[in-house]
C-alpha cells in the first residue's frame, strides 16, 4: 500500500523452490554410500575431443556427458531427491521493503534462491514489488495528488475541510472565492526518496468545485437573486472575455 511505501514495511512472502535434501544433505547419493570420482573426465568435469582437419589437429573441450559436468557419480541415488540433491518445498521468507520504494522495482535477496544441483551454492531470489491503488490518493515520483470536492456555495464562501493524506487527516481554511482547479500545496507531505528518509515530495491538493444539476423553484428563486447581486467584476478574470459576452447577451 501507499502507507507502506511511505513507512517501509516487512512483508511476508511464500515461495516453492528447489532447497537442499535433508536426506542425503545435498549429495544426491543414497544411505551409506557416497558420489565417486568420474572414470572418463578424471573428476574435472571436462572431457577433451582431438579430430583432424585440413589446418591440423584440433583441440576442444567440453562438459563430461557421463557426469554431466560435476566431476562425480552417483552409484546409488537417493530415493528422495533421485541423485539431484535438492528436493521442492513452499518456503517463508521475509523482505524488508524500503520506504520510497518505486511500482515495479525489484528486490535482491542474497542466497535464498533455489540449492544449487548436488550441494552447489544457492542462487538470489528477486521480489518485484507491486503497489496498491490507493482510492484518493495519487502518487508521481515523490509528489502526491489528493482531490477535495467543494460545493458550489463553499468555493464562494470559503470552508474548513478535511484532506486525506497518508499520514491522517490534514485541516485546511479556504478562503472565499476558491476556483476550480486550484490547489494547495503541503510541502514535505509526500513520498521519501529511496534511501533517504529526510528528503520528501509534497502533497497537492486540487479542489474540484461541484455545481447542482437540478434546482427547487425556491432555490433558482435565490441563485437568480445571487447572480444579479453579484457584480461582474467579481468574477475570476481567466476566461473573463468569453464570460463577460455570456452575461451581456443574458441581460
Do not use: W
Not at 77 to 91: H, I, K, L, M, Y
Request: with cysteine; hydrophobic share 30%.
Amino acid at each position: 500500500t501507499l502507507e507502506d511505501v511511505l513507512n517501509g514495511a516487512a512483508v511476508e512472502i511464500e515461495v516453492d523452490s528447489a532447497v537442499v535434501c535433508g536426506d542425503c544433505t545435498g549429495t544426491g547419493a543414497g544411505s551409506g554410500t557416497q558420489p565417486v570420482t568420474c572414470s572418463d573426465c578424471g573428476g574435472s568435469g571436462q572431457v577433451r575431443r582431438v579430430r583432424q582437419s585440413m589446418l591440423g589437429q584440433m583441440v576442444t573441450s567440453g562438459p563430461c556427458t557421463r557426469c554431466s559436468g560435476m566431476g562425480q557419480v552417483i552409484m546409488t541415488p537417493c530415493g528422495v531427491c533421485r541423485g539431484d540433491g535438492r528436493v521442492r518445498e513452499r518456503r517463508t521468507h521475509n523482505v524488508d521493503v524500503p520506504a520510497g520504494i518505486r511500482e515495479g522495482q525489484t528486490l535482491r535477496l542474497t542466497a535464498r534462491g533455489e540449492a544449487g544441483p548436488r550441494g552447489g551454492p544457492p542462487g538470489d531470489l528477486y521480489v518485484q514489488v507491486l503497489v496498491e491503488d490507493d482510492p484518493s490518493i495519487e502518487r508521481d515520483g515523490l509528489d502526491l495528488y489528493v482531490r477535495v470536492d467543494l460545493t458550489v456555495t463553499q468555493a464562494m464562501l470559503g470552508a474548513t475541510v478535511q484532506v486525506p493524506t497518508l499520514e491522517g487527516a490534514e485541516t485546511i481554511v479556504l478562503q472565499s472565492g476558491t476556483q476550480p482547479g486550484e490547489s494547495r500545496t503541503l510541502r514535505g507531505k509526500g513520498m521519501p526518496m529511496i534511501g533517504n528518509d529526510r528528503r520528501r515530495g509534497d502533497l497537492h491538493v486540487v479542489f474540484a468545485v461541484h455545481v447542482p444539476t437540478t434546482l427547487d423553484p425556491a432555490a433558482r428563486l435565490l441563485a437568480e437573486q445571487l447572480d444579479t447581486a453579484i457584480p461582474e467584476d467579481a468574477y475570476a478574470k481567466g476566461d473573463g472575455g468569453l464570460f463577460g459576452r455570456i452575461r451581456r447577451r443574458r441581460g
